[in-house]
């Protein structure tokens, strides 16, 4: 496979045609609680606030409750007879561990119990044009998950043409979905780059929509920009429909 050639061919198209669009949504159909991925990636997180993290999951229903590695075990443990999925991350927030690093922390967390992983890229890399080792790297991190991979672009700091490369790596690679942002950059999940994702994978993998989206109005807003998957600390705002000025992821 030709991995430069395929980014380059995406780019002459994203240049030529690209025409965002935008994905029609029926409010009295939809329930925002089954596209949430319910979030506490904050260095200070504690056992406690993780255990809460847990209960209104839980409570709520949502997706997935997404944390740090080291809380892998106590998640699963504290979400079992739930339909509610462990997810974590991986070279979070950076990106810029070794492969290596990425691929032993993948086989770790998974072995105790993750069953998704969120892996940031190695952005430098990308931005520099190294594609055969953004795709390695993803590769790497899919073949030891056997589980499903989330590829965080951290789109805050990426061009639309970067932007468009990481995805179509990210899909040569074999992940299950590109992500917006790791809720530590300089901004996050934006309305125009969900579109612009969900075009550049062609429709065949699935883009979430993370980092500052913490109402209602903003999760319908990704939903309709094309976003099936949703990461963030306002769950419960968000589903119970109360607007909150609180920031981080």
């Not at 883009?207 to 920009?225: C, N, Q």
Request: aromatic share 8%; with cysteine; hydrophobic share 40%.
């Amino acid at each position: 496979m030709d991995i430069t050639k395929a980014v380059l061919e995406k780019l002459e198209e994203f240049k030529k045609n690209y025409k965002p669009e935008t994905v029609e949504i029926d409010l009295k159909k939809i329930s925002l609680n089954e596209y949430i991925d319910h979030t506490n990636l904050k260095p200070t997180a504690t056992t406690s606030e993780i255990e809460l993290l847990c209960k209104e999951a839980i409570d709520y229903k949502f997706k997935g409750v997404c944390v740090n590695p080291s809380f892998v075990p106590f998640v699963v443990q504290k979400l079992k007879g739930s339909s509610v999925l462990t997810v974590t991350v991986i070279g979070f927030p950076l990106g810029a561990t070794s492969t290596y690093s990425k691929v032993e922390e993948t086989k770790w967390a998974v072995e105790n119990g993750a069953q998704e992983v969120d892996m940031v890229i190695h952005i430098g890399k990308l931005k520099e044009g190294d594609y055969e080792y953004v795709y390695n790297d993803i590769r790497s991190v899919v073949e030891a998950a056997k589980v499903p991979v989330k590829v965080i672009i951290e789109t805050c700091f990426l061009t639309d043409e970067e932007k468009v490369a990481a995805c179509v790596l990210s899909k040569l690679a074999g992940a299950t979905f590109v992500k917006t942002s790791t809720g530590f950059g300089t901004g996050g999940a934006k309305f125009e780059d969900v579109q612009l994702m969900r075009w550049a994978v062609d429709g065949e993998i699935q883009v979430k929509a993370s980092g500052g989206v913490r109402t209602y109005e903003d999760a319908i807003k990704m939903l309709s920009a094309g976003a099936t998957r949703i990461g963030t600390s306002s769950g419960v705002a968000i589903v119970t429909n109360k607007a909150t000025g609180q920031g981080g992821y």
